[in-house]
């Protein structure tokens, strides 16, 4: 976790060039808090949170930060089942370094997002690789509101027990500007 901080920091630090900030006086940092659903494959779907950070490097190009937290719920198949498939913490915690690509710029960005980093679900740390969409609306100088949807992809289990999740995020965010 902390190579990771370190990473994004040094990341930033050198990205933040004079050239980038002088962009007719843009700002180009950015953080969002968000809420939203996420859908852990084989498990129920559930309310999440966290926050992304986003640096903008140019008018298409950005690299940011996610931190969030979800739960990977298992009620319905205990309750049918009489058991429990994945034994630890139903807590899902989830961060991962990120790049976004913007298609055209105006008051109204589409963006893909493309992200590693890991996810920890049921007592396994798995290194985990992100791909979505999102559009980022301004609402001010100071303010955004982004929505997006994100497929975070790892492997889990081992041996025969292994599986590719597909675990969905859909949310919202309201940017601010820095």
């Keep these: 976790m902390k190579r990771l901080i ?10 933040n060039s004079p050239k ?3 962009q007719n006086g ?11 659903m996420y859908a852990p494959d084989r498990f129920e779907t559930s309310f ?14 950005g690299v940011g930060a996610t931190f969030g937290i979800s739960k990977a719920k298992q009620d319905y198949i205990e309750k049918v089942t009489r058991f ?13 370094a990120r790049m976004t690509q913007t298609f055209f710029t105006g008051a109204t960005e589409p963006y893909m ?6 996810t920890r679900q049921h007592d396994e740390s ?4 992100s791909i979505g969409g999102g559009t980022r609306v301004r609402l001010s100088n100071k303010l955004a509101l982004r929505y997006e949807l994100i ?3 790892f492997s889990s289990g081992t041996n025969e027990t292994s599986y590719t999740a597909n675990n969905l995020e859909i949310l919202v965010g309201v940017g601010f500007f820095l």
């Design 84 to 96: 429990r498939p994945d034994l630890g913490s139903d807590t899902v915690v989830y961060y991962t």
């Design 126 to 129: 798995n290194f985990t690789f």
């Design 20 to 22: 980038a900030s002088a």
């Design 26 to 36: 843009a700002r180009n940092h950015e953080f969002a808090p968000f809420i939203g």
């Design 113 to 118: 997002v493309f992200g590693l980093g890991l």
């Design 48 to 61: 999440s949170f966290g926050a992304r950070y986003y640096y903008k490097i140019d008018s298409r190009f």
């Design 6 to 15: 370190l990473f994004l920091l040094m990341s930033t630090a050198l990205l």
């Design 151 to 153: 497929d975070n992809i």
